[in-house]
């Protein structure tokens, strides 16, 4: 879901710029989307497959870490999603069909065992910032429109900031023990869980500020969703720094669940306006 309105929200930004759509460019939108999902679900589910053992330390209740969907099962599914999304958006043109691969081949380095970017933040970050930008560009590619509104470069750059400064962190919170017991080097792990907290509000209220700051500068019809982000950004600082290394797992889920919140009413805030 949040990588379709990250879609989605590229192509709004991108037709507020040049609004021509003729049937074929919409039709090429909506291949562009469904590669993008299977992009998506192959990263997502790969990623679960080779998390396993950290998910059952942790004590996930995700299928496949309980157990209900076996894992070679998943693998198949991941496989078969990847193809799916290569011929998809293959028929959305050639720009969609590179970015595509782009994203497939970074979800797998994100996960595979002789990469496993996930097990440093610093190539996490790197790999979540990547591809927030490349879905904001996919939208307006799959329409033909180049990416280049100021509008566009200043939300994708935002957003990707919030992706990787913020949720990329704030997601090692729940699983410190397994992370640390399959010798992730996270930061959660090498500088402790309070510092790490620090460098999460610290982030998201720097990203919300900077995007506010910037949408005040060079695009104004920005301003409601970067206010979205600003006031997301305080709340998920607050329950940060607010909690505590002894909580329960949910809770310590709590400031990754206030930076989905904050993308979603961010994206939905865009859209809406969009619309309007």
């Known amino acids: 879901m949040a990588f379709q309105l990250r879609y989605f929200a590229g192509i709004a930004l991108a037709l507020s710029a040049d609004p021509a759509l003729g049937a074929r460019s919409a039709l090429q939108a909506v291949f562009g989307s469904l590669a993008w999902f299977g992009a998506i679900f192959y990263t997502y589910l790969y990623n679960g497959c080779m998390d396993y053992h950290e998910d059952r330390v942790n004590g996930s209740?995700?299928?496949l870490a309980s157990g209900r969907?076996?894992?070679?099962?998943?693998?198949?599914?991941?496989?078969?999603?990847?193809?799916?999304?290569?011929?998809?958006?293959?028929c959305a043109g050639l720009g969609p069909a590179l970015l595509c691969a782009a994203m497939l081949l970074l979800g797998h380095a994100y996960s595979a065992p002789r990469t496993?970017?996930?097990?440093r933040t610093p190539a996490a970050m790197g790999v979540v910032f990547l591809s927030g930008l490349l879905t904001y560009a996919a939208g307006p590619l799959a329409l033909g429109v180049s990416p280049r509104s100021p509008a566009l470069f200043?939300?994708?750059?935002?957003?990707?900031?919030?992706?990787a400064l913020v949720g990329a962190v704030a997601k090692d919170f729940s699983d410190i023990e397994g992370d640390a017991a399959a010798g992730r080097r996270t930061w959660a792990?090498?500088?402790?869980?309070?510092?790490?907290?620090?460098?999460?509000?610290?982030?998201?209220?720097?990203?919300?500020?900077?995007?506010?700051?910037?949408?005040?500068?060079?695009?104004?019809?920005?301003?409601?969703?970067?206010?979205?982000v600003l006031a997301g950004g305080i709340a998920l600082a607050v329950v940060t720094l607010t909690g505590h290394a002894g909580d329960a797992r949910h809770l310590r889920r709590r400031p990754y669940r206030y930076f989905m919140v904050t993308q979603h009413c961010a994206h939905l805030a865009l859209l809406g306006q969009a619309v309007v």
């Open 189 to 228: 792990v090498t500088l402790g869980e309070r510092r790490t907290r620090v460098l999460v509000a610290v982030g998201a209220c720097t990203v919300g500020g900077t995007f506010t700051a910037g949408a005040s500068r060079w695009a104004p019809e920005q301003l409601p969703t970067a206010a979205v």
């Open 116 to 119: 496993a970017w996930k097990n």
């Open 154 to 163: 200043l939300t994708a750059l935002a957003m990707s900031l919030w992706m």
């Open 61 to 63: 209740a995700r299928p």
């Open 69 to 90: 969907l076996p894992r070679r099962t998943a693998l198949l599914v991941a496989r078969g999603a990847a193809v799916a999304s290569l011929v998809s958006a293959a």
